[in-house]
Every structure is written in structure tokens, then in C-alpha cells.
């Protein structure tokens, strides 16, 4: 067997290899980042064509034969060190230069080398062919132009571009990916060595030994796959999670020089980013001695605040320590976190505590406080400084302790705000009311504590306890003393003579009178005093129907015009219809004519307003009780007599509506009530959906249909100023 057969079998060795290499790197490590993975199994199968045509070209006889392997070994030579160079840009995280144009550029070389091989070149690249005898038996032989040394210095340039940055790598590298980085420049160096030997002429023309040590290339790829997960950890990974953290990281050595910064951190030096490595750190960063302290653990954290285009930022710094396997200290790594937001909440928060009119106080579980806001100069009389430490049962009121203490285990075993009353000393020697919320807070390591919000409702408290006495004398004791002059002046009518009797009629009149206004206030008191103001459908008309009927029987000279639909629906409490009767009372009560008219009319004056409107020819409200009803202030001068309209006021704003008046000339007025409208059906199919219980639609006294829902009807009638008035000119 001649010497060449005996070498074509390292190239086709070589070429099974790199073929192998391929496939195992496509099928079996699929995980691996495309990025890297792909141009290395290009790379590959590249060199396993290049090597596998050489090998079969040395083993074939005849000139023909020998020429189109050739062709077929420049397809896969030409493109090694171009695909060679690409893998090393993607490996080393230099892949932003793999984009459209790069690509395009990389591929022009081998792209047009093809060309000139394939359409001929008429000598330029290459010439004739032949075959010769050697030693060892018959090789190809093949004459080349000038085009053929630039190919060559291209590919001697290529390669050792990306030889270099393999071992820039190296240098720089850490234990992470230094042994990936190893192995392939390791693998790398046997081809390059050969292509070194060849170029320079020391190695026989005859035989180009670089094919056959892609075998050894491939040989080191296996055994780094198996090994040391070649891939797994690679640069261009580190790279990209390096650039893309959100908190900045600086590397520095064991000197203190700046090695490596990541875009987050650049703001936090005093010269540009690249300016910076090279530079000891406490020379280019804000807060220099701040920074010393902090890598010679003098100080856990470093503020740093700095001055950027988007405005005023500030950094929180925490180094730590670099260490080999021996022990010895290889540098820091310094996090910069930006907390400029958590700063200004911070800020927000602590201006709203110290300027709040609220005493707000965070204490232990035996209730020592820890932290005690400024305005308890303002509420206790006492500074801040001199409440913090002390226990906040000392200066409670000694018949509220045993409650705060109850509250204090109950808020241990909530997490629910909790809210209580308790007197506690001021500086003057007096007990001031707090109303206080507590929550529990404990187990927030930033509180740490129970946080206690105490307001100084002293004076209301002691007005509500003013307006409870005086609403007992109203309600009892002016009852009592009114039936006492009741039953008097019912006896001194029995007694004196008819010219008297008058007096004692009108005593009684003002008595009656005074008692019908405690009864109206233990009316208002019972109906607004309570927790349940929920809106709901209420149907108004039938309740205001059965009204106009009994004031045609016990008020036979009122003459009443009526324009009432069927039924008018109204989201309004339940006390609505009430306070609407009341407009009607007083139309009739305080109307002074001698044929008193009144004219009442629900309508809709839009799909969702329901207005209810009552007119009469009586002498109108004076303007200082609208004044003082639409102020919501009573003066001496401007005040409503009697409750009734306050009242009215008071339902219709808990019904969320409206009331207006409107004085008519030259008598006579009209009070315009205002409400949303509803729709039972709907609330009813609401509720059914959302909790599956039926809604009743209407209120007490209201009127349905037989399925509990009436046919909803619009009446845009409105009693005109005639129907009041048009006694006026019968008086």
C-alpha cells in the first residue's frame, strides 16, 4: 500500500470526528445557547468536509479524481477560518458584531473564493493541474496565482484574531468558563500550528498536515463536552446578564482598581465608564472615603447620591470580598442598588407623619414606645424626645388601663386595625380624650412594633356629651313640664269666664306646639341615628297617594290637585317617604289662606331622575331659612324655624338627592325633591347574581305588582303655579 493511501486515513479520521462532533453538538446538548452552538457545529462541519476530501483526494489515482475532491476540500477549507472567527465572537460575548452586515462581511471572502474556484480564474487564484510522483506514490499538483497568497494571509489573519480573543479571554476569565476557554483554544492550536508549518515551508509540499489535526480538535471537543459541560457556562452568557442588571456591579481588584463595570453603574463615577477600569476606585467614584470605609468593612452600607440628567439619584453600596480556594483575597465586588424611589416614598411618608395634627406613636408589646411623632408637643404638651422610652400606660388615666391592656392582647392576636378610646395626661395637669387606632405591626421587620394613631377629639367629645344632656332635657324633662301646663290649662278653661278662656286656649295651642317639636325631635334623633343607611328601590307614589287621602278627611277646606303616575321607583333609604310627607305637612300647617291650595306631581324629567314636587299658595319660606338650609349654619339672624325642613335635608342628602325651593310671586311656593331612579327588577337581578338572595323592591308601605315588580310608567305632568294659586283671587 503506497505511503499517501496510508496517510489519507488521519484526514478521514480527522473527518469522522468532526463529523461526530457535529451531530453530538446539534442532537444531544440542544440546551446550549444557540448563539455559541450553532457557528461552532458549522465550524465543525466545515473542517470534517475539508479533512474527509483531503483524505479521499490523497487516496484516489487518477488526475480526474484527484481535482474534484479537491473542489470539494476548498468548499470546506475556504469557510474554517471564517466560521472559526464568528464562533469565537459569539463565545467571548462579542456577538453584537454577528449582526446583518457583520455576517455579510465575513462571508465575502470565502463566498468569492468559491466563485473564482468553481467559474475558473483563469490562473488568478488557481491554474493547471497535474499529478506528480513522490516517494510515498502520486499526488495532485496545482499551479497558483497571486489571488491564492491573499487568500492565505486572509486565513492566517481570521485565525489568529480569534485565537487571540480566545486567550484575552483566558487571561480575564474566572473558574467559571476558564476551562471551557482552555480547551478550546487548546483545540484550536493544533490546525493553527500546522497552517504555521506549512505556510512557512517546513513541512513537504506533498502533504498538508492540517486536515488530519482537526482530529485532535475534535478529540479535545468530546472530551470538554463530557468533562467540563463545554457550553454550559459560557462568556457571552455571563456578558449579557452582566450588561442587563438592573443594580450596578463594579469588580475591582485586590488593590482597589476598578476591573469591570456593568452600564448601571456608570453613573456613579466621576468619569466615563472605560475611563474607569484601570482606576483605583476611591480616584473616579463619588464619595471616595465613603468608599474606602466601606471595602475596609468600616461600614456595611454607602449611601451615594448623585446628580444625573433625570434628576437627583440615590445608591445604596454593599462590597464583598473575592477569594481563592487558599484563602488569599482576589479583590471586591461592589452592588450598587438604586433606592431613589424607596427614597422619596420614605420622604413623602416622613413628611405627612411630622407634619400630621395626629399623635403617632410605634410601641413594644408592653407597650415602651420607640418612636413618638412630633406632634405630641401639639397633643400632650410634652416634646418627642422626652416620650420615647417611656411606657405609654404611665401617663393613661388609671380607669382606662385595664381596658388598653385588654386591647393591647387583642391587637397581638390580629392582624385587623383596632380602635379604642382612652384619656391620657397633658403637660397642663388636664386628661385629654384620644380616639386611637392600632395595628399590629410586630412581625414587619422595617416596624418592628405596634403602630398607634391617637387623634384629640377632647372638645367633640365634650360636645356630644353637651348635645346628649341637652337632647335628655328635650326629649323628658320639657315633655313632662309641657303636660303639667297642658293639664293646667285645660282647668283654668273649665273655670274662668269666656272673655279669659282665650288665654288659656292659646297656653295650650304653645303647649301643644312645644310638644309636637320634642315629639319631631325624638323623630329625627331615632331616624338618623342609625348604622343602616343603605340605598334601595322605594316605590314613593302609593305611600304619597294614602297621604293626599287623609288630609282630604281630617283637612276638608285644602283643596288638593294631584299628577301621580302608578308608581315611581327611587334608590333612596327607607325614610325618604317620611321626609316627603313632611313637605306635604308643612304646605298644609303653615298655609295661610282662607282657601288653601297645595298641588303635588311625581315625574321624570329624565330616564334616570325621579323629581317629586310640591306646591303651595302660602306665604312662602323666607330667604334667611334658605339661606341658613343651604349654608348648613344656623346665626341669630339666619336660622329655621321648627325641624321639619332640616330634616328633609338630612334624609334626602343620606339618599344621595337633592332639595330646592322655589318662591313663587306673589305667593306661594314650591319644593323641588330630586332623587335617582331605580329599577327593581334590575337591583333584584343583581343581587340574585352576586349572592344568590332575592332583593325585596320596595319599602314599607310601598306598592307592587302581583310578580312584586309594577309596570313602570313615566308622568311628565307637573302641577303648574295655577293649581296652588288659582285661590288666591277667591280669598
Known amino acids: ?409 387583642e391587637i397581638a392576636n390580629t392582624d385587623e386595625a383596632v380602635r379604642t378610646q382612652i384619656r391620657s395626661r397633658h403637660a397642663d395637669g388636664t386628661w385629654r380624650t384620644l380616639d386611637v387606632v392600632c395595628v399590629n405591626l410586630l412581625d414587619d421587620p422595617a416596624v418592628g412594633g405596634i403602630v398607634v394613631n391617637a387623634r384629640d377629639v377632647t372638645d367633640r367629645t365634650s360636645y356630644q356629651q353637651r348635645l346628649r344632656v341637652l337632647n335628655r332635657v328635650l326629649r323628658h324633662d320639657l315633655r313632662n313640664d309641657m303636660n303639667v301646663i297642658l293639664g293646667h290649662a285645660d282647668l283654668l278653661m273649665d273655670e274662668i269666664d269666656e272673655s279669659s278662656a282665650h288665654h288659656a286656649r292659646t297656653i295650650r295651642r304653645k303647649g301643644e306646639s312645644l310638644v309636637e317639636l320634642g315629639k319631631r325631635a325624638r323623630e329625627i334623633d331615632r331616624t338618623l341615628d342609625v348604622t343602616n343607611r343603605t340605598r334601595k328601590p322605594v316605590e314613593v307614589t302609593e305611600p304619597l297617594g294614602e297621604q293626599l287621602d287623609s288630609l282630604a278627611e281630617t283637612h276638608p277646606g285644602v283643596v288638593v290637585n294631584r299628577h301621580l303616575p302608578d308608581e315611581a321607583w327611587v334608590k333612596a333609604t327607607a325614610h325618604v317617604t317620611m321626609a316627603i310627607s313632611n313637605v306635604v305637612e308643612n304646605a298644609v300647617e303653615h298655609n295661610d289662606r282662607a282657601l288653601p291650595r297645595i298641588g303635588v306631581a311625581v315625574s321624570k324629567p329624565r330616564e334616570d331622575v325621579v323629581e317629586v314636587r310640591v306646591v303651595d299658595n302660602g306665604p312662602g319660606i323666607p330667604d334667611s331659612e334658605l339661606d341658613a338650609l343651604q349654608s348648613g349654619r344656623e346665626t341669630q339672624l339666619q336660622h329655621v324655624s321648627g325641624l321639619g325642613l332640616w330634616l328633609v335635608k338630612w334624609v334626602l342628602t343620606g339618599s344621595d338627592g337633592s332639595v330646592s325651593f322655589e318662591n313663587h310671586s306673589p305667593r306661594g311656593t314650591a319644593v323641588v325633591m330630586r332623587f335617582a331612579a331605580a329599577d327593581p327588577a334590575r337591583e333584584e337581578s343583581n343581587a340574585s347574581a352576586s349572592d344568590g338572595d332575592a332583593v325585596e323592591g320596595r319599602s314599607a308601605g310601598g306598592r307592587a305588582s302581583d310578580d312584586g315588580v309594577g309596570e313602570r310608567r313615566s308622568a311628565n305632568d307637573r302641577p303648574s303655579e295655577g293649581d296652588a294659586v288659582a285661590a288666591e283671587n277667591d280669598d
Open 1 to 409: 500500500m503506497a505511503l499517501t493511501t496510508q496517510l489519507a486515513v488521519l484526514p478521514l479520521v480527522a473527518g469522522a470526528l468532526c463529523g461526530a462532533v457535529t451531530v453530538v453538538v446539534l442532537v444531544r446538548f440542544r440546551l446550549y445557547s444557540r448563539r455559541v452552538r450553532l457557528p461552532f457545529s458549522l465550524l465543525m462541519l466545515a473542517a470534517g468536509l475539508w479533512a474527509t476530501g483531503y483524505g479521499l483526494r490523497l487516496a484516489a489515482d487518477s488526475l480526474a479524481t484527484k481535482v474534484f475532491l479537491y473542489h470539494v476540500s476548498w468548499v470546506g477549507a475556504v469557510f474554517v477560518p471564517t466560521l472559526w472567527f464568528a464562533f469565537t465572537l459569539a463565545y467571548t460575548g462579542e456577538e453584537r458584531l454577528l449582526n446583518h452586515r457583520g455576517v455579510a462581511a465575513l462571508v465575502v471572502e470565502p463566498v468569492l473564493v468559491l466563485t473564482l474556484l468553481v467559474v475558473g480564474s483563469g490562473g488568478v487564484l488557481v491554474g493547471d493541474h497535474a499529478l506528480a510522483s513522490v516517494p510515498g506514490g502520486v499526488v495532485l499538483t496545482t499551479r497558483y496565482g497571486p489571488a491564492y497568497g491573499l487568500h492565505l494571509l486572509y486565513t492566517a489573519a481570521v485565525g489568529l484574531a480569534g485565537a487571540v480573543m480566545m486567550g484575552r479571554l483566558l487571561v480575564r476569565g474566572n473558574g467559571a468558563y476558564s476551562k471551557g476557554a482552555f480547551a478550546l483554544l487548546f483545540a484550536a492550536s493544533a490546525p493553527l500550528f500546522a497552517f504555521g508549518l506549512t505556510l512557512l515551508g517546513l513541512w513537504p509540499h506533498w502533504f498538508d498536515p492540517t486536515p488530519a489535526t482537526f482530529g485532535v480538535s475534535a478529540v479535545v471537543v468530546l472530551v470538554a463536552l463530557r468533562g467540563d459541560g463545554l457550553f454550559d457556562v459560557t462568556p457571552v452568557a455571563r456578558d449579557f446578564v452582566f450588561s442587563q442588571m438592573r443594580d450596578g456591579i463594579v469588580v475591582l481588584d485586590d488593590r482597589g482598581r476598578v476591573v469591570e463595570v456593568n452600564p448601571a453603574a456608570a453613573p456613579l463615577f466621576t468619569v466615563d465608564r472605560s475611563e474607569a477600569v484601570g482606576s483605583y476606585v476611591a480616584d473616579v467614584c463619588y464619595n471616595p472615603l465613603g468608599m474606602q470605609a466601606l471595602l475596609a468593612d468600616e461600614r456595611e452600607v454607602l449611601e451615594v447620591t448623585v446628580d444625573t440628567e433625570e434628576g437627583r439619584r440615590h445608591f445604596e453600596a454593599a462590597a464583598t470580598r473575592l477569594g481563592g480556594d487558599s484563602g488569599h483575597e482576589r479583590g471586591w465586588t461592589v452592588l450598587f442598588r438604586d433606592v431613589t424611589d424607596y427614597r422619596q416614598t420614605e420622604e413623602q411618608f416622613r413628611a405627612l407623619i411630622e407634619n400630621s395634627r395626629d399623635l403617632i406613636t410605634i410601641i413594644d408589646r408592653a407597650g415602651r414606645r420607640k418612636y413618638v411623632s412630633p406632634s405630641a408637643s401639639h397633643v400632650l404638651g410634652v416634646e418627642a424626645e422626652e416620650l420615647v422610652g417611656e411606657n405609654s400606660f404611665d401617663r393613661m388615666h388609671p380607669d382606662d388601663r385595664d381596658d388598653a391592656r385588654d386591647v393591647m392582647e
